[in-house]
């Protein structure tokens, strides 16, 4: 049976924490030498992932995008015990 209590309104807060542990496992990543095929049939290209892994785990500046995500109303409720954004 669901359990659906009241929508609620939240932040997005992301400890500072969090977004250095982030910005840390980017820049472990183990990128491979190449795609095994030649078009996108397996995924996104590397020429097109890695410079926007580059810019999320470096550049990007978090509590600017937390501020303006934060300038529209966010809500919250549980269903079956999770939260829902």
């Known amino acids: 049976m669901k359990q659906i209590n ?5 932040r997005i807060e992301v ?3 969090e977004i250095n542990e ?4 980017v820049k472990m990543t ?3 030498d ?3 095929v030649v078009d996108r049939s397996q995924g996104v290209q590397l020429a097109q992932l890695r ?3 580059e810019y999320w785990g470096t550049r990007c500046d978090w509590r ?3 501020a303006k995500l934060n300038a529209l109303p ?11 954004r």
């Open 64 to 66: 600017k995008v937390e």
């Open 34 to 36: 190449k795609e095994t």
């Open 15 to 17: 400890a500072q924490k």
């Open 51 to 53: 410079p926007l892994v």
């Open 22 to 25: 982030l910005r840390q496992r």
């Open 30 to 32: 183990r990128w491979p």
């Open 74 to 84: 966010q809500f919250i409720t549980k269903i079956d015990g999770l939260d829902i």
């Open 6 to 10: 009241g929508v609620r309104p939240f």
